[in-house]
C-alpha cells in the first residue's frame, strides 16, 4: 500500500513563503514522476509543478519563478518552496506520484491546506 503524506501547508500573508512536503511510502514500488496540483475553492484541481525523472522539472505558467520542486529520492520526498505567495495561491495543495512497477499507477495525498491573506 503506498502512502503519501503532505505537511507544511498553513496561513501566510502576501509575500510571504512556504514550503510543502511530500514522503511517499510503501514497499516494491517505483517513482517515475512526484507532482504537486492545487484546487483552488470552488475551482477544479489544477497542475502546479511535477519532477519526472530525467526530464527538466515542469511549472505551471502561474508558478514560474516564484515556486520550486525539489526532490530527495533517497528519502521519497518531494518539496515544494514557495515564495511570493499571492492570494490565487490559496488552495488544497495534492501531492501526486506516478509509478510504473509493479504497474502503472498514480497516487494522491490528502492534501494540505495553504491560505494566502491579500
Known amino acids: 500500500q503506498v502512502q503519501l503524506v503532505e505537511s507544511g501547508g498553513g496561513l501566510v500573508q502576501a509575500g510571504g513563503s512556504l514550503t510543502l512536503s511530500c514522503v511517499a511510502s510503501g514497499d516494491n514500488f517505483n517513482i517515475i514522476t512526484m507532482a504537486w496540483y492545487r484546487q483552488g475553492p470552488g475551482e477544479s484541481r489544477d497542475f502546479v509543478a511535477a519532477s519526472t525523472n530525467g526530464r527538466e522539472t515542469r511549472y505551471a505558467d502561474s508558478v514560474k519563478g516564484r515556486f520550486t520542486l525539489s526532490r530527495d529520492n533517497a528519502k521519497r520526498t518531494a518539496y515544494l518552496q514557495m515564495n511570493g505567495l499571492k492570494h490565487e495561491d490559496t488552495g488544497v495543495y495534492y501531492c501526486?506520484?506516478?509509478?510504473?512497477?509493479?504497474?502503472?499507477?498514480?497516487?494522491w495525498g490528502q492534501g494540505t491546506q495553504v491560505t494566502v491573506s491579500s
Open positions: 501526486n506520484v506516478e509509478s510504473s512497477w509493479p504497474t502503472a499507477a498514480d497516487y
